[in-house]
């Protein structure tokens, strides 16, 4: 694993990772959890009750800025790569909405040998 600087507003962080992608893509699920507040929202569907809980915080308030500049040599710089800040918390969410289906499967929706059963 190769070592990344990662810069995004007054936030820095050193990470080792397989990709610089991977790094700033590890660097906002960081802070994601960190800074995590729950909010609910309540709404009746045709069934009943729905009760959603969704993650939301403020890139300003945890010192994030829209992008991620990665760099394997110093911080402030970019020869890495740089990253939309916004993309990469669409792609966190996505990867924890299927990590939660994934462990949340009944068990007799999966095969014997691990693979799920559409």
């Known amino acids: 694993m190769a070592k990344y ?3 995004s507003g007054p936030l820095q962080r050193i990470v080792d990772a397989d990709s610089a992608e991977n790094a700033a893509l590890w660097l906002v699920y960081a802070v994601h959890q960190q800074c995590q507040t729950l909010s609910t929202v309540s709404a009746t569907s ?3 009750d729905l009760t959603i809980h969704s993650f939301h915080f403020s890139n300003e308030a945890v ?3 829209r992008k991620i500049r990665v760099s394997e ?3 402030e710089r970019s020869e890495a790569g740089e990253f939309s800040v ?4 669409t792609e966190v969410r996505l990867l924890q909405y299927a990590l939660n ?3 949340n499967q009944d068990a007799t929706t999966a095969s014997p040998e691990g693979a799920l059963v559409g």
């Open 5 to 7: 600087y990662l810069s």
């Open 46 to 48: 045709q069934s009943g």
């Open 63 to 65: 010192g994030l800025g």
């Open 73 to 75: 040599t110093a911080f």
């Open 86 to 89: 916004e993309e990469l918390q």
């Open 101 to 103: 289906r994934f462990l």
